[in-house]
């Protein structure tokens, strides 16, 4: 155990993307990691680097998240450990691309459950031991697509809106009680994301320049370090999740149904 341990943050999706700095953030702090991923190949080498590099405790837990039993199952292998959870962060989460009547309805319902039924699992069971010692945060990590419909990603975007609404809702009815709730809300950012969701060469990702993960998951650690509520990576999406409120609902459901076709 490093000497200089903050404590222990437990990171869902952290084998890439925006968990991946994420944990490599919170390990360079010296927190120790819970690294959830199921890529487990991936753990590993990331265990080895970040144990060599800062000289912090890795836990690898190996789970497919689309599985109703893999909170509890988390939770409980941390307990049997010992191990207490300082902070929480709901990163792992993915969409698809298409018309809804199109798409995998299989595909969807494991997207609902790893973006949405895992996410509110794991912080039931965490926060109720965070507000019990009266201390803890948490990161809950949601999308610019909460502020407004998405058509040809419409499960997608609904998930991420349900993130954002719970988070705001579950950080006021803690105040005062030391644990607190941020919800990071990244525009389109650099990662394997896009490609998965067919989403790469759509007129609003096609040739247009994205903030790197490293840089939105600085942004979201500084934010949940001052506890903030929620945080928006980049003034042009901070000034358009304002924006739109402004804007008739079915305008800029069209706006972004245009922005997320096929050029």
Known sequence: MNIKCQGTALITGSASGIGYQLARIFAAENYNLVLVDRDGIKLLDIAADFQKEFGISVINIIKDLSIPTSPQEIFTELQQAGVKVDILVNNAGFGNHGLFHETDLNNELEMLQVNLVCLTHLTK????????????????????????????????????????????????ELEGT?????????????????????MAYSKLLKDKKMMDAETVAQIGYDALMRKKTI?????????????????????????????????
């Open 125 to 172: 069971l965490f926060l109720r031991e965070m507000v019990k010692e009266g201390n803890g945060k948490i990161l809950n990590v949601s999308s610019t697509a909460a502020f407004q419909p998405g058509p040809l990603m419409a499960v997608y975007f609904a998930t991420k809106a349900y993130v954002l609404s719970f988070s705001e809702a579950i950080a006021n």
């Open 178 to 198: 030391g644990v607190t709730v941020t919800v990071l809300c990244p525009g389109s950012t650099t990662s394997a994301f896009h490609e998965r969701t067919g």
């Open 231 to 263: 945080v928006i990576p980049g003034f042009i999406n901070k000034l358009m999740s304002k924006c739109i409120r402004f804007i008739p609902r079915k305008i800029v459901t069209k706006i972004v149904r245009n922005m997320q076709e096929d050029k």
